[in-house]
């Protein structure tokens, strides 16, 4: 398992290992500011939850649940991924800080509401520091049993609703702003975008793609979702991994992580790289290679941010039309992100975490003026 930005110590890595001087290391790093381990032996319940930063409002983040390799790699993993989630509030404008959390086990399991009941008490245990929602391995049905034990979560039934309309919304604002930036114009109308994933996300991004009048091709590990993309939409199919070989404009990661590597980024023929998958990149390097490639990068947790605006929604009673107007915004966002970018000679993705650190700066120096 890869982990872009975290640095694992090399026993660790080999061993797999957990020791609690290396977690603090890790902790003091990149500012995490608590960890929490819990365990329910009567349900098999093992959960670890992360705050990192708490600056811009209390921490938001979803549940992963999956079977990890190690109990390092569940460690490591929601660092990473609550680190993220701080860039995310602070990129998209959120008064909301950064966390995460994971349930180590089979996800396949049906037996789920004690396990997920006492996920809800640990997060319960947090005292609001930090918001859970659902994750990969995780559902809105899963949120309700949390729910029995806090208040402390968002995207249950009958609230915010499926996050997938907005979040694809907030990516189709983006590539236009993409667009905008490598052609001049961000009309798409005939230009071809490869999309990499036809579910919730994928198939809303195509539809906004085709009415756009950009030609669209599709694929997905499960064909069915092809098939619909293809009959009800007009996409076009390809097989999974001929996706990176589409002669097209841009390429929409939709799907899994850690996609964009030392292997697939010379089989790109595209400009553009922007979508909606999570922690696209594989490692650190894998910007510079797109850089040297001359293919223009959206960072994931800017473009794909319409998520975290759609259950953020739920907290200020924000309306659906308000959620999207604020998934727009992604536009402006990123055409800031490439213009830092240009004026520092970094790339893209550095300059967006550049961005979300100003933020959480600016905001902590004005909180320290009025304490």
Known sequence: MTHPGIEVPEQVAREGELA?????????????????????????????IAIHDTTLGPSLGGTRYWNYE????????VLRLSRGMT???????????????????DNRRQDREMTMRAHGQAVESMGGRYITA???????????????????????????????????????RGIKACAQRRYGSDDLDGRTVAVQGAGHVGYHLAEYLIEDG??????????????????????????PDGIYEVDGDVFAP????????????PRLRVDIVAGAANNQLADEDDDDRLAERDILYAPDYVINAG??????????????ERSKRK??????????????????????AVAADELAQRRVERVARLHRRHV
């Open 20 to 48: 609690s001087s290396e977690i603090f290391e890790l902790l003091a790093e990149h500012g995490h500011e608590q960890v929490l381990f819990t365990h329910e032996p009567s349900c098999g319940y093992r959960g670890i």
């Open 214 to 239: 950009a030609h669209v091709v599709v694929t997905d590990i499960d064909s069915n979702r092809v098939d619909r993309a293809v009959e009800e939409l007009g996409a076009e199919r390809v097989e």
């Open 87 to 105: 860039y995310k509030a602070a990129v998209a404008g959120l008064n909301l800080g950064g966390g995460k959390s994971v349930i180590i086990g």
């Open 254 to 265: 939709c799907a899994l992580g850690a996609i964009l590597n030392e292997e697939t980024i």
């Open 307 to 320: 998520g975290l605006i759609n259950v953020y929604s739920e907290l200020v009673s924000w309306s659906l």
């Open 134 to 172: 659902e994750d990969v391995g995780t559902s809105v049905e899963d949120m309700d049993f949390v729910h029995m034990e806090t208040d402390y979560v968002v995207g249950i039934a009958g609230r915010s609703g499926d996050p997938s309309p907005v979040t694809a919304y907030g990516v189709f």
């Open 70 to 77: 190690s109990n390092w790699d569940a460690v490591v993993d």
């Open 327 to 348: 998934a727009g915004e992604i536009y402006s966002t990123l055409l800031q992100v490439f213009q830092l970018a240009e004026e520092r000679g970094i790339t893209s």
